[in-house]
């Protein structure tokens, strides 16, 4: 609706004593009966950090660092999705392997070569999110044994978006617990045995 006037909204001073600024990263305790869009990150509201396939991992290591995320869009030229990026990945055993099975010298591993293609990832649908309780998405990355669950709609256009990211670290945090899925096991079990070989 188009108006000529619109009236100013109500205005107050602030003190000094009592102001402070929302922390988006970490959002207010819940429960696992709480909704569980409130431990969803919203990428309508917060913008997605991506990398591109053909960029290095220690490259892909310092963008987490410096966006304060455990989790990279891998995207092409027209930000199609084409795989994710997790730090578990970096950390984990699968840049060495890529290293030894490609004679490459570890600072020479490609995102490509150690991302979640998008054909593997697993993803949840924001209708049905919008129905569920916070521990429904606990079962969820349990069942699947993932740190990360991507919420998926359609846009105007019909094309399915990344409307949305459920991360074990921040369900935890929002919960004032741990959340242990078999993704976490494997990554130590990696860690492990790479240092014993």
Known sequence: MNRDFYKPLPASTLSVEDCHVADAMNPGPVSEDSPAIEVMTDLRRIPAASIEPDAKVTLANQRMIARGVRLLFVTD???RVLGLLTATD????????AAASRGLHADEILVRDIMTP???IDAVNINDVLHAEVGHVIATLKDHGRQHALVL????????????????????RQLGTVIQTPEIARTFS????AIAH
């Open 90 to 97: 970096i950390m984990g055993e699968r840049p060495l392997k």
């Open 118 to 120: 998008v054909d593997q």
């Open 190 to 193: 990696e860690i492990e045995h």
């Open 153 to 172: 709609e359609r846009d105007d256009l019909g094309r399915t978006i990344v409307r949305g990211i459920f991360s074990t670290t921040q369900i935890a």
């Open 77 to 79: 030229d027209n930000d």
